[in-house]
Nanobody, 118 residues
Framework: QVQLVESGGGLVQPGGSMRLSCAASGSTLSFYVMGWHRQAPGKQREPVATLTSDGSSNYADSVKGRFTISRDSAKNTVYLQMNNLKPEDTAVYYC????????????WGQGTQVTVSS
């Protein structure tokens, strides 16, 4: 049974930085794609960033240049480094492992709250 566990959320001031981590347990194989979504209050969940095991990344336009996704494939762990945070980045951030490669299941973490406020 695969489980995704996020960590690293909390309260940060505008302009600050924060790093999220997501560890996937229950698989001996490396996932092809790992990524992050977020959902702000009253809004739909939206993709933030994805990274494949061969190094291809994608970012939402709203976070380009500020967020960086990285991963340790051997540990099935994905990270999201968030810099120059803005109040509009406030949301619950979800780790996601979508179907791809050998994996046919869409896995989600429980979410971690990120609040950007002074």
């Amino acid at each position: 049974q695969v489980q995704l566990v996020e960590s690293g959320g909390g309260l940060v001031q505008p302009g600050g930085s924060m790093r999220l981590s997501c560890a996937a347990s229950g698989s001996t194989l490396s996932f092809y794609v790992m990524g992050w979504h977020r959902q702000a209050p009253g809004k739909q969940r939206e993709p933030v960033a994805t990274l494949t095991s061969d190094g291809s990344s994608n970012y939402a336009d709203s976070v380009k240049g500020r967020f960086t996704i990285s991963r340790d494939s051997a540990k099935n762990t994905v990270y999201l480094q968030m810099n120059n945070l803005k109040p509009e980045d406030t949301a619950v951030y979800y780790c996601n492992v979508p179907p791809g490669g050998w994996n046919w299941v869409d896995y989600w973490g429980q979410g971690t709250q990120v609040t950007v406020s002074s």
